[in-house]
């Protein structure tokens, strides 16, 4: 079982930056694919980007260029760095982490095995 919690949500304004983390439990952090889905009010929860286990990236176009996905298998953590956030970016976000398969891109929330409770993120015109 991994216990995934994220923080770093926030109220900021258009042009601005925020960075996201998710902590996981566990001691095989490194087996794992992690991943950043988000849900605005009354939309799926979409995907925003994913790191496999060697440390390959691969983002929605709606993110590219502005969101950096990195992760720290020291410290059992990913990070979400988001730059140049625009009102559509507010939704709650939400980290994942995929046990099987870790070494490919999946980008749909059913190949996820454990999620976090989700962080506010807000971004004002």
């Known amino acids: 079982q991994v216990q995934l919690v994220e923080s770093g949500g926030g109220l900021v304004q258009a042009g601005g930056s925020l960075r996201l983390s998710c902590a996981t439990s566990g001691r095989t952090f490194n087996s794992y694919a992690m991943g950043w889905f988000r849900q605005a009010p009354g939309k799926e929860r979409e995907f925003v980007a994913t790191v496999t286990t060697s440390s390959g990236m691969y983002y929605a176009d709606s993110v590219k260029g502005r969101f950096t996905l990195f992760r720290d298998n020291a410290k059992n953590t990913v990070y979400l760095q988001m730059n140049s956030l625009k009102p559509e970016d507010t939704a709650v976000y939400y980290c994942?982490?995929?046990?099987?398969?870790?070494?490919?891109?999946?980008?749909?929330?059913?190949?996820?095995?454990?999620w976090g409770q989700g962080t506010q993120v807000t971004v004002s015109s």
């Open positions: 994942a982490a995929r046990a099987v398969g870790g070494w490919r891109i999946a980008t749909t929330t059913s190949e996820y095995d454990y």
